[in-house]
């Protein structure tokens, strides 16, 4: 199984952009996707998730601002990204499990993207 991110880049504050993961392989026992994110120096942290029985879930940081959605009935992913702030920078990662809830620790996940870099300037 294999997760490939892509979609990011350098936008200015309040801009939009669109990341989308898709998984590759065979993926029939993953139940929930997730989107995380990088600072470096920092630990890798939640942005949202979503389960294929149980909703979405996001982060404070993000709430009211990003929207996890899934593709279709595909193993794919894709975060609309709103109003987008300084602090939304890093490198964002896709993660796919095979639990049913969307958890926020990352040894829940069974498999990782390469990560896409997303830059908001100021």
């Known amino acids: 199984v294999q997760l490939q991110a892509f979609g990011g880049g350098s936008v200015q504050a309040g801009d939009s952009l669109r990341l989308s993961c898709v998984v590759s392989?065979?993926?029939?026992?993953?139940?929930?996707m997730a989107w995380w994110r990088q600072v470096p120096g920092k630990e890798r942290t939640f942005v949202a998730g979503i389960s294929w029985s149980t909703g979405s879930s996001y982060a404070n940081a993000v709430k009211g601002r990003f929207i996890v959605s899934r593709v279709n009935v595909e193993n794919a992913i894709e975060l609309q990204m709103n109003t987008l702030k300084p602090e939304d920078t890093a490198i964002y990662y896709c993660a796919a499990s095979r639990l049913r809830y969307i958890y926020t620790g990352t040894n829940y996940y069974d498999y990782w993207g390469q990560g896409t870099q997303v830059t908001v300037s100021s």
């Open positions: 392989g065979r993926a029939d026992d993953i139940n929930a």
